[in-house]
């Protein structure tokens, strides 16, 4: 038999924090036999995507881990070839001091900004996307 209380201290921290109750109220609902198939569901860690977009985010390992595969692969196109062309856009303004090398230089910064802008605020959307996912994985067993 499995025990409510021991489950709900497990996931606790595996979802969101304002669906706590909700959550505990439909392990109370639940028959044993769904219980332990809560147990073998495959519920990802958000410490582990947290330290993945700190560390790894770059390089999108953090959205692998959380299951987007596009954006894991569009991350770091987009970060390495906005760096890539900034750099070589920039070099080539300061060489032949041509207007047109500037903007493309500029508007590839910009990118470049809006890039980093997105690893900052993917360092949030992950680790609350992961408690999301988590919960919806729940749920989804819940109600069969």
Known sequence: MVDKNTLLLNFKDRIPSDSVAAFKESLDKADNETL???ILLNIKNPLVGLLLSLFLGVFGVDRFYKGDVKLGILKPVVFFTSYILTLVF????LTSTSTFYMLLSFVFGLI???TLIWFIADIF???????????????QLLSK
């Open 36 to 38: 332990e198939k809560i």
């Open 90 to 93: 920039s070099a080539a303004y």
């Open 112 to 114: 470049l900004i809006a």
């Open 125 to 139: 959307l992950v680790y609350f996307g992961i408690k999301k996912d988590n919960l919806a994985k729940i749920y």
